[in-house]
């Protein structure tokens, strides 16, 4: 796998680049905003890591325009304490993030989580499903929301897809967090809880399809009926 690594300290990037590769990754480094987002783009890079701080243009720019033409995986790395960077950055695209300074041998964890979810993967045995107004098509990957087609990032997808087949039933954040990402949540972690807003944004229509429940998970409700406002 061909991770990038985005990130104005160089000195880390060779550090982390030397140590990802005896993990088995191909890592290139950029250490400016503006040559960042060009090689992001290319063909053949399978994950970004990426600094909100950057010469150039932040890492929050990159992101913005990468997200208009790829769906690339990228981690954000944010400055400890930061919590307003971590939400921004998954509010505009990203998977996940970290908070400098971190182990790399979580770096590596993560980056394994998030691949496994963006490599291909035989379409799962049932067909497509069908619950209160949305459409989700396994094979082909698409969603249907009211018969309009919704663009979906990979991680949407999948949680949607997970939600849907329990629909009725509360999913907890755990289930949700050691599925995606092989790591149990904490009280501070937003990555799950981001997603599911963005999911909310892009299908609902004035009542509450997916719904919280406070203190335990979320749950797709199976009927219009069960979409009242919370």
């Given at each position: ?80 304490g930061?919590?307003?960077?971590r ?53 082909n990957r ?70 919280t ?18």
């Open positions: 796998m061909h991770l990038l690594l985005i990130d104005d300290d160089a000195e880390l990037c060779a550090l982390l680049g030397e140590f990802l590769k005896r993990e088995g990754f191909t890592v290139d480094c950029e250490h400016e905003g503006n040559r960042g987002l060009e090689r992001a783009g290319q063909p053949g890079v399978d994950l970004v890591v990426l600094d909100v701080m950057l010469p150039g243009i932040d890492g929050f720019e990159i992101l913005r325009r990468l997200r208009t033409h790829s769906k690339v995986p990228v981690i954000m790395l944010t400055a400890r930061e919590d307003v960077d939400i921004v950055g998954l509010e505009i695209g990203a998977d996940d993030y970290l908070a400098k300074p971190f182990n790399p041998r979580e770096l590596a964890a993560r980056i394994r989580a998030i691949l496994r979810r963006y490599e291909a993967r035989p379409a799962a045995p049932a067909g497509r499903i069908e619950v209160n107004g949305i459409v989700l098509d396994p094979a698409e969603v249907y929301s009211g018969g309009k087609p919704i663009e979906l990032t990979t991680f949407e997808f999948d949680i949607l897809d997970m939600l849907m087949r329990s629909a009725g039933r509360v999913l907890s954040r755990d289930a949700l967090m050691e599925n995606f990402y092989n790591r149990k949540a904490t009280p501070f972690d937003r990555s799950i809880d981001m997603h599911i807003s963005h999911l909310r944004k892009k299908l609902e229509r004035g009542d509450s399809i997916i719904k429940i406070r203190g335990v998970g979320y749950q797709l409700a199976r009927t219009p009926e069960d979409s009242a406002p919370e």
